[in-house]
């Protein structure tokens, strides 16, 4: 599984509806890959407090939005993935929308959600009336719920010592739409063994 990591030119493919029911294969990293969620000892995560409050919002998402589950999730130390599955929506997504160029030759799809994950406020004193609601992903789709996922994650981080207004997570995710049972397979088998492959792991910071 190391393609889902090493075409970073990718894009996020055009004409498809990220509401749609199906599965989605998500890798979001940390600032400059900087390991702020523990370390990896002899092929075993642990998890450091940072971490901990990562692994609690990122299982939060099933409680915040009823159409999805979450699958395989293993937070590391410097990224965190996870396979969210939306089992509701406008319709199944179809493998003619994936069928183009950028799918074939990209599985990792480059999408920015609009949300930097560190929440700022966006009210301007000067003006009598609020701004507008800043142009973002549509609701229910996997930018929202990875952007909630990074603002609440990172709203709890700040309020640990030495946390206070950094910047916790790179500004880009990649998604990854699952067209296959074996593709399904082989993901959880990437998830569940990255701990013990960290050392090869191309985020790994040596």
């Known amino acids: 599984m190391d393609n889902i990591f090493h075409h970073r030119r990718s894009i ?10 199906g599965a989605y294969f998500i890798p979001l990293c940390t600032w400059q890959r900087e390991c702020l969620f523990g370390e990896v000892v002899k092929g075993e995560m642990h998890l450091n407090q940072t971490g901990r409050i990562v692994q609690d919002a990122w299982q ?4 915040q939005f009823q159409q999805i ?32 160029e950028a799918g074939n030759r990209y599985p990792g799809n480059q999408f920015s959600s609009g949300y930097p994950g560190s929440p700022r406020p966006t009210r301007n004193p000067d003006r009598a009336v609020p701004n507008p609601r800043p142009k973002g992903p549509p609701p229910g789709s996997i930018g929202a719920m ?19 207004q950094a910047t916790i997570w790179q500004r880009n995710y990649y998604e990854h739409i699952i067209r296959s049972d074996h593709e399904w397979d ?21």
């Open 186 to 206: 082989q993901i959880v088998r990437y998830i569940q063994g990255n701990p013990a492959q960290w050392v090869e792991d191309q985020l790994h910071p040596e």
């Open 60 to 63: 939060q998402l099933a409680d």
């Open 12 to 21: 996020r493919l055009k004409g498809v509806d990220y509401t749609q029911a």
């Open 69 to 100: 589950r979450l699958d395989a999730t293993c937070v590391m130390p410097n990224h965190v993935h996870g396979i969210i599955v939306i089992s509701s929506g406008v319709g199944a997504t179809r493998l003619d929308q994936l069928e183009n």
């Open 146 to 164: 990875i952007g909630q996922f990074k603002s609440h994650a990172t709203r709890r981080i700040w309020k640990l010592p030495g946390f206070e």
